[in-house]
């Protein structure tokens, strides 16, 4: 038995002094810009690991360290968010990585609601490609601040002024470099540091940190143009007409989310790795204080909260576990401390709780504003919960958004009905995918953003829950949540509504009341039915609706 450990008193300055070291953040991208690579390379810089597993070679005896399912090492692929810390140069940094694919946006979405900065990564090749403009938005509405890493620079790709350009008009934010390429492709030399005033040159190498780069001093050493010729010509002309054009670095703008910071290089050759890791540490911010319904809540506050931003099934799929990754949102967390679910009025005192290197775990004794805790659940933690030592406290923004494509799902074996609801029921409390259930029928229904979703939840479901199950066509293309106001006859006109629509009304994994409809004209017809009811594209944890139409 775990007895609790004797809990300490930090001082404020402590608690402060711990924030500060903290920096939080998520890499994000456009599927295949390399991504998932770059998360490795800053794992292997920061010392996190030692050699640097492979992302796309499916047979490869080594897989990435964020890609832990079995069917992200299948395709090469990520399809959940990842979480790793590590030490470097004295901070503690709490490292996300997303899935690329539109179709797991939400988890996306969600994940960056629990971090303070972004890492967002261009292939040099394609530009800005549409997920990026999708996630930048979402970056920019919550005032994200974001650094750039234009990648795969090894490669034959677009000019560096030309993507320069692309990034400030596509994403509407200015572009500061701080490094700049010397060549590309087969001819790609390295990168000159405009802050350090001096270039490293490329080497190519993949899987190994490698500390003796070759580093030659000063933006116009004479040593340039002998070696390089023609590729250094071209990129001291650009840095010439940068010295005149491009903006100064401004921490203001950068911290509203106006101004990003650019960085080039090639992940999967380690170069330029280094440079980005340094510019998070220096620039990314400390944890802030973020806002509860209440009230606004300091990092360094003496109580601690933190909200759960994300529940992962079966990670280690020996012990079928559950896992609510909570972010520390203020004070000082320590493991075996008396916790409240302020949703359910329920108490915790969690003693194994963990901090992660992807799938691999460690149990920590404490956490502060910014770190990302994983605490073992049993269905006692939702999507959205906020924990504190007692006071009543909701943090909001984290949104669920109503499916746009309907499946049936149906049980192959009838004897594994039971494994099959509880498979659905897990990876709908996780946001997988949507699971909804009829309050007419015994069928259930999946919602989701896109296809993979469902490719990914059926294969879940044969290998982790040893179930298959049929996926078939469902009639509905439309769904939305429903509520009352309390000054329309609240519950009693919404339980009027559910009874008169039965047949089109479904649960969803916290019993939020939906309609689901076949074609648009018809929602807009029941809308115009029942006045008093309220119809939202998205929700936020249950009981809490809003009607404000974000796209993802």
Not at 488 to 514: S, W
Not at 523 to 532: F, G, S
Request: proline content about 5%.
């Amino acid at each position: 038995m775990l007895w609790p450990r004797p809990m300490s008193k930090l001082s404020p300055t402590e608690i402060a002094t711990n924030v500060r070291r903290r920096r939080t953040f998520a890499i994000i991208s456009h599927p295949d810009a390399g991504k998932t690579t770059l998360t490795e390379k800053l794992l292997l810089f920061s010392g996190a690991i030692q050699i640097a597993g492979s992302v796309k070679a499916r047979k490869a005896s080594r897989h990435a360290t964020s890609d832990w399912m079995e069917i992200e090492k299948q395709r090469g692929i990520s399809v959940a968010s990842s979480v790793m810390q590590m030490e470097y140069r004295g901070c503690v940094i709490n490292l996300l990585d997303t899935p690329g694919h539109q179709d797991f946006s939400e988890d996306t979405y969600r994940v960056l609601t629990a971090v303070d900065a972004a890492l967002m990564v261009i292939d040099a090749g394609n530009g800005v490609e549409p997920q990026t403009r999708r996630l930048l938005q979402v970056c920019r509405a919550r005032s994200t601040p974001i650094l750039t890493f234009v990648n795969k620079m090894d490669r034959e790709v677009q000019e560096p002024l030309a993507l320069m350009g692309e990034i400030e008009r596509e994403l509407g934010m200015e572009v500061v470099p701080f490094t700049w390429p010397v060549g590309m492709g087969k001819r790609f030399h390295g990168v000159m540091d405009l802050r350090e005033q001096r270039m490293r040159v490329f080497q190519p190498g993949e899987d190994r940190n490698r500390d003796n780069d070759e580093i030659i001093e000063g933006i116009d050493n004479s040593l340039y143009a002998q070696r390089f010729g023609v590729e250094y010509e071209h990129a001291r002309h650009d840095i010439e007409l940068l010295r005149d054009a491009a903006p100064l670095f401004d921490e203001k703008q950068f911290l509203l989310g106006h101004q990003t910071p650019m960085f080039f290089g090639s992940a999967i050759n380690n170069f330029g790795v280094r440079e980005a890791l340094d510019a998070l540490v220096d620039l990314a911010p400390a944890p802030g204080s973020r806002m509860a319904l209440q009230r606004e809540v300091a990092p360094d506050e003496a109580k601690f909260s933190g909200v759960v931003f994300k529940i992962q099934a079966n990670m280690d799929p020996a012990h079928r576990d559950r896992i609510a990754f909570v972010r520390v949102a203020s004070g000082h967390f320590e493991r075996g401390m008396k916790l409240k679910v302020v949703r359910s009025g329920k108490e915790l005192r969690p003693n194994t709780v963990v901090s992660f290197l992807s799938q691999r775990r460690e149990l920590l004794d404490e956490a502060f504003a910014g770190d990302i805790i994983g605490i073992p659940n049993h269905g006692v933690l939702q999507l959205g919960d906020t924990l504190t030592e007692g006071e009543c406290l909701q943090f909001t923004g984290l949104p669920f958004f109503a499916p746009e494509m309907f499946r049936a799902v149906e049980v192959a074996d009838p004897l594994r009905t039971k494994q099959l609801k509880a498979g659905l029921t897990q990876l709908g409390e996780e946001g997988a995918i949507q699971v909804f259930r009829p309050a007419a029928g015994s069928a259930l229904l999946l919602g989701a953003v896109g296809q993979l979703q469902f490719e990914v939840v059926a294969h879940r479901l044969e290998h982790e829950y040893g179930c298959k199950a049929r996926v078939q066509p469902s009639r509905y293309q439309v769904a939305r949540w429903v509520s009352c106001d309390e000054a329309d006859g609240g519950a009693k006109e919404l339980q009027r509504f559910i009874d008169g629509n039965a047949h089109r009304v479904a649960y969803d994994a916290v019993d939020a009341p939906t309609v689901l409809v076949e074609y648009a004209p018809e929602l807009r017809a029941i809308e115009a039915n029942w006045p008093k009811i309220r119809f939202h594209a998205m929700r936020e944890h249950a009981g809490l609706v809003f009607q404000r139409q974000v796209s993802v």
